[in-house]
């Protein structure tokens, strides 16, 4: 892990520590077992029975009826469940109904960011670049592969304006975002906006992935947090007898590790948010017992806690 802060002059702090910090060759073994740019989403759809997953259609309302839920689209069309999960990202529909006033809110991080796979400059480990222009993320990916996330201070949705802003930064970081110009799938531009609802379930509907806990990318963590959602909420629906609590049960199972990433983005992006001057000497200090810090307790599996105690 590299942290670099430009155009001061660099301070460079690279964490070496063999069993946490992400080296390149482990990385790049577990990318090349994916597809070319990791897992796709026609992949993932290539995994359940033709007409498991219907595209294309929204949820306008939910609710809940004896032993099930219901939820209705635009067309009027009405569905039935034992149990609905809204795995309906950041501006969830489903959410409205668990907690109908908790809205997402702008990262502490940055207002916005682009998110980008363009061709490898040649970094060999998860390494960012900071500076008064704003924030660059670089990440090994295939080989040949980059993934790119880049945050400016300039908040525009012109990706050559952003790019323009970066002119200081080394080659590499250059090299990175002209490739990403110039690639056939364009950069992606979206607002950095969290979530952190008090309540999760309500019933039969349970929130999972982005819809209950969206947080900005920092430690790279949306995703792993979803699938493990889906596993431990799986594991607890096994017991059809216990459907009207595995909203509850799931929560009390995910709550605390949830709660662990959240409180280590925050924390990262507070130092990020520093004054250029102050931030160029604090990230290095901080950055690599800060990774440590957040990922050593991942690094366990995402299992079954203990039993509350009983009153």
């Given at each position: 892990m590299t942290f670099e802060h430009h155009p001061l002059p660099t301070r460079r702090r690279t964490d070496d520590t063999q069993d946490l910090g992400p080296r390149s060759r482990p990385q790049r073994r577990w990318w090349d077992r994916g597809s070319r740019d990791g897992g796709r989403h026609t992949a993932l759809l290539g995994l359940v029975s033709p007409g498991t997953v219907t595209l294309g259609v929204a949820v306008r309302t939910v609710r809940e009826v004896d032993g099930g839920t219901e939820v209705q689209l635009p067309d009027g069309t009405v569905h039935a469940g034992g149990v609905l999960v809204g795995a309906d990202g950041v501006h969830s529909v489903v959410r409205g109904h668990v907690a109908p006033r908790r809205r997402a809110r702008p990262?502490?991080?940055?207002?916005?960011?682009?998110?980008?796979?363009?061709?490898?400059?040649?970094?060999?480990?998860w390494?960012?670049?900071?500076?008064?222009?704003?924030?660059?993320?670089?990440?090994p990916m295939v080989p040949g592969r980059v993934y790119g996330w880049v945050s400016g201070r300039d908040e525009t949705t012109d990706f050559a304006r952003t790019r323009a802003l970066f002119r200081g930064f080394p080659e590499v970081?250059?090299?990175?975002?002209?490739?990403?110009?110039e690639s056939q799938d364009p950069p992606l531009h979206s607002p950095l906006?969290?979530?952190n609802p008090a309540v999760w379930?309500?019933?039969?509907?349970?929130?999972?992935?982005?819809?209950?806990?969206?947080?900005?990318?920092?430690?790279?963590?949306?995703?792993?947090?979803?699938?493990?959602?889906?596993?431990?909420?799986?594991?607890?629906?096994?017991?059809?007898?216990?459907?009207?609590?595995?909203?509850?049960?799931?929560?009390?199972?995910?709550?605390?590790?949830?709660?662990?990433?959240?409180?280590?983005?925050?924390?990262?992006?507070?130092?990020?948010?520093l004054p250029a001057w102050l931030r160029s000497v604090v990230a290095p200090l901080v950055g690599p017992p800060s990774y440590r810090a957040a990922y050593g307790p991942l690094r366990e599996p995402a299992g079954r806690p203990e039993p509350p105690v009983a009153p």
């Open positions: 990262s502490i991080l940055a207002p916005s960011s682009w998110r980008f796979v363009a061709t490898d400059p040649g970094v060999d480990c390494v960012a670049w900071t500076g008064p222009a704003g924030t660059v993320l670089l990440i970081v250059r090299t990175a975002l002209a490739a990403a110009e906006e969290e979530i379930t309500t019933g039969r509907v349970v929130l999972v992935g982005d819809a209950a806990h969206a947080s900005a990318p920092v430690w790279a963590q949306g995703a792993a947090l979803a699938v493990e959602d889906g596993l431990a909420l799986a594991e607890v629906l096994q017991d059809r007898d216990a459907w009207d609590r595995a909203g509850l049960e799931f929560a009390r199972r995910r709550r605390a590790r949830v709660e662990h990433v959240q409180a280590a983005t925050d924390r990262f992006s507070r130092t990020a948010r």
